[in-house]
């Protein structure tokens, strides 16, 4: 067992020469040791706050480098919405009221992509399952009729829809920046916002599309024309204040333009998929039902036999 001098601390030889030759040289102890070991972890230590609080102040202030288009956080801002923010835009899609723009009440700079993207694939959606559940009802009295889903509705219902939500924005954007190239009065949205815009003017079609489902043509053409008012209200009101300030002529043109187009989409939608299509059996003619008589014909053999005096 070791004793306890053994367990002492004991001064080096050569420690002690070095002093005894020169006595202006310093020794570290532990204890000093573990102060600069402490000193240099606080030290690492602030710096990464300092590194935190700079990459902070860079986002708050803006000049934070804005991510890739190729990334994944570029499209992350588009989508970033909660379930509040978009029932909102879809009320206020519903109930456009004068004086209340849609992009200053409800997009407030913050225009996203959720919404018009689910609203355009429900839309679709809605209307080829409506058009084939109208299709079946229609024929439910032909016992020669025999259904059969028609798939390639979805797709046409889809392309349609998207390509309207985003060629006539894309060319509504386009001529509000060239025309505000030409007149410095003329105001203009960004591109996300007139997508924005459109994309959540077309869902009161969604309600639309399921009660064309009722059988009477009366009842969907109304059902169309107060769709097509709502939505389009929502357009006017939102581009007539970058508008209004453009010639007369102009602004007129662009208004028409605008609406005729959104009445078009709801039209040939209401053609297409929810047609009258002709019944496939003949109805029979009132002379064929009746009954006649039975008309008697002479035997041959009598009509060739003399006749005798």
């Known amino acids: 067992m070791a004793t306890s001098d053994e367990l002492k601390f004991h001064e080096f030889d050569e420690a ?29 230590y602030e710096e990464g706050e300092l590194r935190e609080e700079t990459d902070q102040t860079e986002l708050l202030s803006g000049q934070k480098k804005p991510p890739s288009f190729w990334t994944f956080d570029y499209y992350q801002t588009f989508f970033d919405v909660d379930t509040y923010q978009v029932l909102d835009r ?3 899609s519903l109930l456009p009221l004068p004086g209340k723009n849609f992009v200053r009440h409800h997009l407030r700079n913050n225009p996203d992509l959720y919404g018009p993207f689910w609203i355009c694939a429900t839309l679709a959606f809605t209307l080829a399952v409506s058009s084939n559940v109208s299709h079946a009802l229609e024929k439910r ?3 020669s009729f025999h259904y059969s889903p028609q798939f390639h509705k979805v797709t046409i219902a889809g392309l349609v829809t998207y390509c309207y939500a985003w060629l006539v924005p894309l060319a509504l954007w386009g001529y ?7 007149s410095l009065h003329v105001g203009s949205y960004s591109f996300l916002e007139t997508v924005c815009v459109y994309g959540y ?39 007539w204040p970058l508008l209004r300030s453009d010639s ?16 078009l989409l709801a039209v040939g939608c209401k053609l297409y ?9 003949p109805p029979l003619h009132p002379l064929v039902t009746a ?8 035997h041959p053999a009598n009509a060739s036999a003399p006749l005798r005096q």
């Open 16 to 44: 002690a020469d070095l002093l005894a030759v020169n006595p202006d040289a310093t020794t570290t102890s532990i204890s000093e040791r573990q102060s600069h070991v402490a000193v240099n972890v606080s030290t690492g």
């Open 90 to 92: 879809i009320k206020g």
């Open 141 to 143: 009295g032909d016992p």
């Open 176 to 182: 509000l920046q060239w025309r505000k190239g030409l």
């Open 201 to 239: 003017s077309l869902f009161v079609y969604i309600p639309t599309s399921i009660l064309w489902l009722i059988p009477a043509a009366w009842l969907q053409w109304l059902l169309l024309a107060v769709a097509a008012a709502l939505s389009g209200a929502v357009l006017v009101l939102a581009f």
């Open 248 to 263: 007369k002529p102009a602004t007129l043109a662009t208004l028409a333009a605008i609406v005729s187009l959104h009445v």
């Open 273 to 281: 998929f929810f047609q009258t299509l002709p019944s496939t059996i």
């Open 291 to 298: 009954q006649q008589p039975p008309v008697l014909l002479p």
